[in-house]
Every structure is written in C-alpha cells, then in structure tokens.
C-alpha cells in the first residue's frame, strides 16, 4: 500500500478544514441557529449510519466460543471503567481550557488554531479512522469524520478567524502519524498483507467494530447537540481506552479458549 493511499484520509480531512474555513470567513457566521441544529441532526444521522455499519464487523469475529459483540462489550466496560478512574473525560476538558487560558494573550488567531486543534484530533474517530486508513487503506471513517470538521470550521471560522485553517498543520501530524504508523505495523508485523486481507483479520474487525459503537456515541451527542440538550450526553472520550483492550482481549481469549 503507498503512503499515498494510507494518507488519503487525512488529505481529505485538511481540504474539508481549509473549505470550512473559507466559508466560515466569509458566510459562517451568517447562519441562523436553526440551521445550525438541522445541520447537527443530519450529521448525526449521517454518522449512526456509518457507526452501524462499522459495528457489523463484530459479527465477522470471535475469541474461542465469545463472540465479537461480546468481547467489545467487556473492552468498553473496562475501557470505561479505566477511562474513569483515569480522568480522561476531565483533563481532555482542563487541557482545553488550560491552552485557551495560556494563549488568550496571543490574539484570535492563536485562539482559534488552539480550539480547532483540540476539536479536529481528540476524539475515538481519529485513532480508528487512523488505523483503518493506515492497516486497509479504507478512508471512509476520515472521510465522514472531515464532514463534521469541514462544518464545525465553518463555525469556528466565524468566530476566531483565519487561525481555524492552520489547524490542518495538526491534522497532518496528529492523523498522519496515526495512519503511517498502523502501515509501518501492517507491513513489518503482519507479514505485509495487502488490504484485503487486512480487512478480513479478525483483530481489524474487532477494533473496528468497537469503534463503531464508540462512533454511535458520537452520533448520539450530535443529535443531542442538535435539540439543545448537551448536558445528557455520552462520555465517549472515557470510553477510550476500549481501543486498546479490544485487541488485547481477542488475543487472551483466543489463547485461552483456542
């Protein structure tokens, strides 16, 4: 797989940024706030669809007798239960506002950059749409993910201005370096299968599949942002660490229950 295809997602993602910044200088501000609640339904309508369509890979896999659905309910059980007890929901936040207190003094622009930043490479979408683009060249997960991102530039543009586009520069480094490193991964531990046998190995599907449901919970917060009730969302940056105990958990169940 060339780099070219295991960046094409993040390539997509920095053009989507730069348009929604374009347009958030010029007509951003300009939307009335129904329009910007519609446009949230939508998107997270948009987003439940793909999110179900990645969970269905968890029919595809199994640890022994468990199967997938299963394996991804106990990582993000733990994940969650981990993700708490760690704080990750809070310091995400205490980080945020920490650079937005720290680079207040520099203007709008550093303002913006910082905000966009935060908002365009924290997140699940990022590392699984990363390591799909990366493992299997498949960019759809960045490709859905750079809708949300054009469409928050657009609004974020029209507040900060022009420093919301050069937060593609942590893009490339942020989700790049995700997508590089899971082919570097590919290449040297999996013996350098071509994607679609990548597609078909059963930790991709489980990772993939726990991703979804984490990318569910994102459609759910949108669709709450969208009707104004935020305060009942889902905590899905706690749920995080579910990606990393999803193919930990498939290879000790398959070595334990062969």
Do not use: H
């Amino acid at each position: 797989m060339s780099l070219v295809e295991q960046l094409s997602g993040t390539f997509v993602n920095v053009a989507a940024v730069l348009l929604g910044t374009l347009l958030g200088l010029t007509v951003g501000s300009r939307l009335p706030e129904r329009t910007q609640r519609t446009l949230l339904q939508t998107l997270s309508l948009v987003t439940l669809f793909i999110a179900l369509d990645m969970a269905g890979n968890l029919n595809r896999t199994n640890g022994g007798n468990i199967p997938g659905v299963i394996l991804a309910l106990i990582s993000l059980a733990a994940g969650a239960v981990l993700g708490e007890a760690l704080g990750i929901e809070e310091a995400l936040g205490r980080l945020g506002d920490s650079l937005k207190r720290r680079f207040r003094g520099g203007g709008r622009f550093t303002e913006g950059f910082v905000a966009a930043s935060l908002l365009f490479c924290i997140g699940p979408m990022t590392v699984v749409g990363g390591l799909q683009n990366g493992l299997t060249g498949d960019n759809s997960t960045y490709v859905l993910k750079s809708t949300l991102d054009g469409i928050a530039a657009l609004a974020l543009a029209g507040a900060y201005g022009i420093g919301v586009g050069f937060s593609t520069l942590t893009i490339l480094v942020v989700q790049g370096g995700i997508s590089v490193a899971a082919g570097y991964f590919a290449a040297s531990l999996l013996g350098g299968a071509d994607p679609s046998v990548l597609k078909t190995n059963p930790f991709v599907l489980l990772l993939t599949g726990t991703g979804g449901l984490m990318i569910a919970g994102i459609s759910w917060n949108l669709m709450l942002a969208g009707l104004g009730w935020e305060d009942r969302r889902v905590r899905v940056g706690s749920l995080l660490p579910g990606l990393l105990i999803a193919p930990l958990a498939l290879w000790l169940t398959r070595l334990l229950l062969p």
